[in-house]
């Protein structure tokens, strides 16, 4: 899912700057035109993560493009659901500063 998003949305800054042939997507629809540019920012952002901490990274992919709850994530990764709690927690804060220092 996450790949799909952000193919689109990188598709949508195509267009944006004159790209002007007509393609029909199976994921038409999915990113919503205004947010192509943050969705962008947040995958650049979550691979500079990963790279950093891969657990945290696959936390976010997990719960943000997977839509996994903390119970699911714990499993998934053999870990507690307090860990992926402050995973996500930490994730979150980095992300956020790290979006913003992209602009």
Not at 39 to 58: C, H, K, Q, S, Y
Not at 59 to 69: A, C, D, Q, R, Y
Request: proline share 2%; hydrophobic share 45%; aromatic share 4%.
């Amino acid at each position: 899912m996450r790949r799909v998003l952000i193919d689109e949305a990188r598709k949508h800054g195509n267009r944006k700057r004159g790209g002007d042939v007509q393609k029909v997507s199976v994921a038409e629809g999915l990113v919503v035109p205004a947010r192509a540019e943050e969705l962008i920012a947040l995958d650049e952002a979550l691979a500079a993560l990963t790279r950093i901490d891969e657990r945290r990274g696959r936390v976010v992919e997990m719960k943000f493009f997977g839509g996994l709850n903390v119970d699911e994530i714990a499993e998934v990764l053999g870990i507690s659901p307090d860990t992926v709690k402050r995973d996500w927690k930490l994730a979150k804060a980095w992300l956020s500063r790290e979006m913003k220092r992209q602009r």
